[in-house]
């Protein structure tokens, strides 16, 4: 069955550092898919970046870069020159059963805080 | 305007209780979903549908019931609330030819007394 571990409950980081929050998954599936997404204290999600497992490069979106390890199984968030509103938890998820049916697991999530 | 709306986005209701969350999408995708989130947890998916015609159920889907009205409404219902049913509740669209990439709603909180 799949699953994904986020191994860090707390993060803390300097405003305008880089940050990593950490994801490893467990899946079977030859084809799927990695999401992470921010959750601010007012309880939204929102999605932040995609990864495909047959992708060749890392995904990046703007200040957000996707580190895949695909042996390793690991598909890290490295947050650059961190912001204060980038204060949140932060969620990993990848598709379970068959990728086919959008169905997503998640992690517990990671809790960072930016320190001006 | 917000693309997936959700409502109530707060409710208190008493055990025993019937209760309806709705769901309303603009983004024309096919796919919703509907996901709970307990504190300090990662959301877990209670039910889900492909079109209106196909719903299934999710890893949490007992003491939850759903419907769905059109392509762009999803509804979830609580036959009689309970309190472990307390959670904050999100409503999630997807296009499968987009990635399957999923857009929440701002969520529902709900407290069961």
């Known amino acids: 069955a799949q699953k994904i571990t986020q191994t860090q409950p707390g993060m803390f980081v300097q405003e305008k550092e880089a940050v990593t929050l950490d994801c490893t998954y467990d899946?079977?599936?030859?084809?799927?898919?990695l999401f992470w997404y921010k959750q601010p204290s007012s309880g939204e999600m929102i999605f932040l970046i995609y990864?495909?497992?047959?992708?060749?490069q890392n995904a990046t979106e703007g200040r957000y870069s996707l580190n895949f390890q695909k042996a390793r199984k690991s598909a890290n968030l490295v947050i650059s020159a961190s912001q204060l509103g980038d204060s949140a938890m932060y969620f990993c998820?990848?598709?379970?059963?068959?990728?086919?049916?959008?169905?997503?697991?998640f992690g517990q999530g990671t809790t960072l805080q930016v320190k001006p | 305007d917000a693309d997936v709306t959700q409502t109530p986005r707060n409710r208190i209701t008493k055990t025993g209780k019937r209760i309806m969350l709705e769901c309303s999408q603009t983004?024309?995708?096919?796919?919703m979903y509907w996901y709970r989130q307990d504190p300090g947890l990662g959301l877990r998916l209670i039910y889900y549908?492909?079109?209106?015609?196909?719903?299934n159920k999710g890893e949490i889907s007992d003491g939850y019931s759903v419907s769905r009205q059109a392509q762009a409404k999803f509804s979830l219902s609580l036959e009689s609330a309970i309190p472990n049913q307390t959670a904050l509740y999100f409503c999630?669209?997807?296009?499968?030819?987009?990635?399957?990439?999923?857009?929440f709603g701002p969520g529902t909180r709900l407290l069961v007394l």
């Open positions: 999630a669209t997807s296009d499968r030819a987009v990635q399957e990439t999923q857009y």
């Open positions: 899946t079977s599936d030859p084809s799927y898919g």
């Open positions: 990864q495909g497992s047959y992708d060749q």
């Open positions: 998820a990848t598709h379970y059963g068959s990728s086919n049916t959008g169905k997503l697991i």
């Open positions: 983004k024309g995708h096919d796919r």
């Open positions: 549908s492909f079109d209106v015609k196909d719903i």
